[in-house]
């Protein structure tokens, strides 16, 4: 039987505005191992952060979680996260405990008007009421240290606009890592930093992965990084996972369109810099009120009559790996079945 810390089932996640239904997230599944890394790739407004918000308990109107399932197992009990109201007792005591969340702009996502000191004290204050307000700081000062913060004495009396982009994000990482968390939720967490950073923040989070069996949902739009990151890839478009698999059988073996899209986009070494990228053509519909068709075939170079008259199923291609598309059903092995 198979060890998992999180279960997502069919989780359909909306927002109702004025001019229709946005379907942000349609019928996603995905399933987290202990001590497993989970990649999320797609384009901007696929609804990868819609997902982990989603999670969270943290969408705010006109959203609304309509559907499906989020299990969470602590290791003593099951629970279903849809059943907790955002503010509920049940979900404030496991978010930002168990389950934690770096978010893709540091500097909007921290409080402005409160030092980091502040808002790692309190966050620790909530979650751990035995330990005194000494106790608390002793612990905030380890974690600046863990994260690699530069003069983290000073730091944890600063203000968020008094640190640069990189001392922020790792600002948020020690804030979201306080608490020890069993899931953590990176939401593009290398945006807008430089290759370097970019490198030590990644190496970061596996370091605190191994010493605390943490298990991570780590969104992006960079391939690169989750080559390296992820031990399983999920492929977003259009509020559906269409294609999922191992690291290994994504990249070596790419069956959806849209996945073959997206590595093919990718710039390759040795490439010569005047030869043109290859690019996806169109852009992501916006999903308001969209027809019952496969979503990726207003830009789909295989479309066919077929794609224009339903969703296609998820179905499995080869072991572990499972794919949304009409071209794919039936195959298995790159072979008939």
Known sequence: MEDYILQVKNLKTY???????????????FNLRRDETIGIIGESGCGK?????????IIQNPGKTLAGEILFDDGEKEVNLVNYGPDSKQMRAIRGKDISMIF?????????????GAQMMEAVMVHQKKKDKKAAKKLCMEMLEEVGMPDPEQKFNSYPHQLSGGQCQRAMIALAMVNRPKILIADEPTTALDVTVQAQITALMKKFQKE????IIYITHDMGVIAEMADTIAVMYLGRVVEWGSVYQIFKNPIHPYTRGLL???????????KPLNAIEGNVPVPLDPPDECGFCSRCPERTEECDKSVPQILEVE???FVRCFHCQGKRNGGEA
Do not use: C, W
């Open 319 to 321: 072991e572990g790996h």
């Open 264 to 274: 093919n986009s990718m710039p390759v070494l040795g490439q010569k810099s005047d």
């Open 49 to 57: 952060s819609v997902t982990a918000s989603s999670i969270l308990r």
């Open 15 to 29: 927002f109702y505005m004025d001019n229709g239904t946005l379907k942000a997230v349609d019928d996603v599944s």
């Open 104 to 116: 893709q702009e540091p500097m909007a996502s921290l409080a402005p008007v409160y030092t980091i």
């Open 212 to 215: 605390y069996h943490m298990s």
